[in-house]
């Protein structure tokens, strides 16, 4: 066989791999537009293949030769320019954030008590605004719930169980210390949550910048000063189920928020248990009205992701498609550092969850810097605004976001090119919208209900 003919039959061997796995997982993953789309790349590459040979044996050295030219030089420019990778900006060091400014502890406030009164005279700026979403039903109320009993009201019991864990976040600690090095304790707490159930786990220093100042909820006095003494965070991520979320803005988002964070409420507070019985202090933080410091940037930190345009945190091998946990200790640890995954090159490009957000509370364009940070700015009440129309946490930015897409093989080597190639996030981008639409379609719940 010609030199030619064998490596432009190798170039179209590649080629039809890529599209017949393609349309194998998009079939498997229910995504019927991806999987026809991929199918028709598929027959029509093979089509032009064997047409080939329809043509005078001298003419097909030269048709295969400029095939695998052509695979040659784009395999050139997606795996070989390297992408110019850059981290999140941190330009000053920032103020601690109250908690009592942050949205959900604002609509906590009752109208006519004194922390109300105190709150909004404080801060003016924001009295108009919650005023008007105070009017909107809330999330998870009767107006809400009647839509889909059986869903809201599961989640309302998801809720009902973390309010009741709040007791159980910190705790004595056992008199006589058991900790090993380091390292070797820093092995044992990941093999722990591992164990657990999550598969995603750093460490990093407890930065005093991403405690909160002032407690807005929880089981402490609301406006006490928050002391948070402890040197390590250990941050772990939890998969949230893609069907559940393909729902988005349903009422599924909702529940299975619910579900990890009652996950991460079991697996946080267990773990804060075993290194109080180590000996080291050590508290848990659960969602629902107990964090105490800022959970996606120390999950930066811990080298769990990097934080993205829809303002949360873009794991490695879920995407946004997380909830993270965290325990705070002094149990001697290693810290892991920031890992640089291309997301901010990417997120600059897509725009996808700006494109699809139901409130257009997502930005468009480039960063801002807010304290200290340049990053994308959510506009927050718009944000939340909506969660109250929908009543749920929509997550409609975080089911279209690529890097939502499930983690198997062959995402993941998508992932793999798309963090080192500036082309290949170009390419993805594009073939993104093309395969899944620029609107992804939204799918029923698996529970069926």
């Not at 940070?373 to 109250?388: A, I, P, S, T």
């Amino acid at each position: 066989m010609n030199i030619w003919v064998f490596l432009g039959e190798l170039s179209f061997f590649v080629l039809l791999l890529f599209f017949f796995v393609f349309s194998v997982f998009s079939l498997i993953e229910r995504e019927k537009k991806a999987f026809w789309r991929s199918a028709f790349f598929f027959v029509v590459l093979a089509v032009i293949k064997f047409s080939f040979y329809l043509f005078e044996p001298r003419l097909r050295p030269w048709l295969f030769g400029i095939v695998f030219a052509l695979f040659l030089i784009g395999f050139f420019l997606l795996l070989v320019p390297p992408l110019k990778k850059s981290s999140v900006e941190v330009l000053d060091r920032q103020e601690r954030i109250d908690e009592r400014d942050v949205i959900f502890a604002r609509f906590d406030l009752v109208e006519g008590t004194e922390n109300f009164d105190d709150y909004y005279q404080r801060n003016p700026k924001y009295r108009e605004i919650d005023d008007a979403i105070r009017k909107m039903p809330d999330i998870l109320t009767p107006y809400h719930t009647e839509k889909n009993p059986a869903l809201f009201s599961l989640a309302s019991a998801e809720f009902d169980f973390l309010e009741h864990q709040l007791t159980q976040v910190q705790g004595e600690v056992f008199p006589e210390r058991a900790g090993d090095s380091p390292l070797e304790n820093t092995v044992l707490i990941k093999k722990i949550v591992k164990y657990l159930g999550s598969d995603l786990c750093g460490v990093g220093l407890l930065d005093s910048d991403f405690v909160y100042s002032h407690v807005g909820r929880g089981p402490e006095p609301y406006g006490q000063e928050i002391t948070l003494p402890h040197r390590y965070a250990v941050v772990f991520a939890l998969e949230m189920d893609l069907e559940m979320v393909a729902s988005a803005p349903g009422a599924p988002v909702i529940v299975e928020t619910g579900k990890k964070y009652v996950e991460a409420a079991r697996l946080s507070i267990t773990l804060a248990r075993l290194i109080r019985r180590l000996g080291y202090p050590a508290r848990a933080h659960i969602a629902g009205s107990n964090y105490q410091a800022m959970l996606p940037p120390l999950a930066w930190k811990a080298g769990l992701g990097e934080l993205g345009r829809l303002g949360i945190l873009i794991t490695a091998k879920y995407g946004p498609r997380a909830r993270l946990g965290l325990v705070t200790t002094d149990l001697p640890l290693i810290e892991d550092s920031p890992r640089t995954l291309g997301v901010q090159q990417f997120c600059q490009k897509c725009q996808k969850c700006a494109r699809n957000c139901p409130s257009r509370a997502i930005p468009y364009g480039d960063k801002s810097k807010e304290n200290g940070v340049m990053k994308w700015v959510l506009n927050r009440e718009e944000c939340y605004r909506f969660w109250r129309k929908a009543g749920t946490d929509c997550a409609v930015c975080i089911f279209v976001c690529p890097y939502s897409k499930p983690a198997n093989t062959f995402h993941n080597f998508i992932r793999r090119i798309t963090e080192s190639s500036s082309a290949a996030q170009n390419l993805s981008i594009w073939a993104d919208d093309f395969f899944y639409g620029r609107a992804p379609r939204r799918r029923s719940s698996p529970l069926g209900i």
